[in-house]
C-alpha cells in the first residue's frame, strides 16, 4: 500500500493538462465541442501523448506543466488507429514518464491513473488491470489489445496509467461506466510502435477505408445508430435504425466481423452495404473516405 500512495507523487511532473480551441465549423465540433479539456502525458521534454478526441482539428492547443508553466503546441499528430495523438510543444518544458519498452501489463498488475486540473491539482485512483483484449466502439474503431482497469477515471480523458514502479503503461481513453466501474486504456506499445510516423511533419495515416457510420452490436446483429454528418455513409443515404446484414457480400453480425470486412478496402473505393430497411432488404454503394482528410 505505501508504493501507491507515493508512486503518485514521483510520477506527477510528467503529467499535464492540456485545453483545446476547435472552430465551429470543424466536423467534430457538433458532437464533441469547441473547447476540450483533458489530461495527457510527457514522454519527451517537448512532446506530450494524449486521447486524439481531445485534440483533433485544433487551432489552438496550450499545455500546462506540474508547476503552473505554460506552453502553446506548435505540431499535433492524431491517430485515428489507435486513439492516440502527439502533441509538440514550441519549447521544452516537461519531465517525461519512465518508458520502459518491453514492460508489458498483465491481468492482475495494481496500477494507478493520474490527472490534473488548470489550476494544479493533482487526482489519483488505483486499482488492477482486469483484462487485456479485443476492444471494439461504434465509431468506426477498434483495437486487438486494449487494458481495461478496475481503477476509474479520475477526471479527465487522457490520463496516463502507471504500474506502481511509476513505469508508463498507457493513456485512458474513456470510462465505461455501461459495464461497471472500469477504465479502458491504449496501451503505451500501440504509440512506441507507430512512434516515428507520429514524430514526422505528415503524421500517421491509416489507409483504411472510412464511411462515418456508428453501428451498435445486439443478439440480432448490427444495427446503424447514426452518422456523421456529410460522411460518406451520409451522402450514400444510409439512416439510423438500418440492420446491416453483410458487406461486399460477407455476412456481418458483430462490430469486429464489420470493421474487419470494411478495413479490407482503402479511401475511394466503393463499399456494398446490405441493409434490411422498412422489412426491405437493399444494397447501399457508399465510396468510402478517408478519416484523416475529413478531420484534418
Not at 125 to 148: C, K, N, Q
Not at 204 to 223: L, M, T
Not at 241 to 254: E, K, N, R
Request: with cysteine; hydrophobic share 40%.
Amino acid at each position: 500500500m505505501d508504493a501507491l500512495l507515493t508512486i503518485p507523487r514521483e510520477a506527477t511532473p510528467a503529467v499535464v493538462f492540456l485545453r483545446s480551441e476547435i472552430p465551429a465549423d470543424h466536423p467534430s465540433s457538433a458532437i464533441l465541442g469547441q473547447e476540450r479539456l483533458g489530461a495527457g502525458v510527457a514522454v519527451a521534454g517537448d512532446r506530450v501523448l494524449t486521447a486524439h478526441y481531445l485534440v483533433m482539428g485544433a487551432r489552438r492547443v496550450e499545455v500546462t506543466a506540474f508547476d503552473g508553466r505554460e506552453r502553446t503546441v506548435r505540431r499535433t499528430a492524431v491517430d485515428h488507429t489507435t486513439g492516440l495523438a502527439l502533441v509538440t510543444l514550441d519549447g521544452p518544458l516537461l519531465r517525461p514518464a519512465r518508458i520502459e519498452e518491453d514492460h508489458e501489463p498483465r491481468p492482475g498488475l495494481p496500477i494507478f491513473l493520474l490527472t490534473c486540473s488548470r489550476e494544479g491539482e493533482r487526482k489519483a485512483t488505483t486499482g488492477h488491470v482486469s483484462v487485456v483484449g479485443p476492444f471494439e466502439a461504434f465509431w468506426e474503431y477498434m483495437l486487438d489489445r486494449a487494458i481495461m482497469t478496475t481503477a476509474i477515471n479520475p477526471g479527465l480523458a487522457g490520463a496516463p496509467l502507471f504500474d506502481v514502479e511509476g513505469r508508463l503503461l498507457g493513456l485512458v481513453s474513456l470510462g465505461l461506466a455501461a459495464v461497471g466501474r472500469y477504465s479502458l486504456a491504449i496501451p503505451l506499445s500501440l504509440y512506441l510502435d507507430r512512434r516515428e510516423q507520429m514524430e514526422t511533419d505528415a503524421g500517421p495515416r491509416s489507409g483504411r477505408a472510412w464511411v462515418g457510420f456508428f453501428p451498435q452490436a445486439f443478439d440480432g446483429g448490427v444495427i446503424i445508430t447514426g452518422v456523421v454528418d456529410g460522411g460518406p455513409a451520409d451522402r450514400a443515404g444510409v439512416t439510423r435504425g438500418d440492420l446491416v446484414l453483410s458487406l461486399d457480400g460477407q455476412s456481418v453480425s458483430s462490430l469486429r466481423e464489420l470493421y474487419t470486412a470494411l478495413w479490407r478496402k482503402a479511401p475511394g473505393e466503393i463499399v456494398g452495404l446490405q441493409i434490411l430497411r422498412d422489412s426491405t432488404i437493399r444494397v447501399v454503394e457508399i465510396s468510402a473516405g478517408d478519416r484523416d482528410d475529413f478531420y484534418k
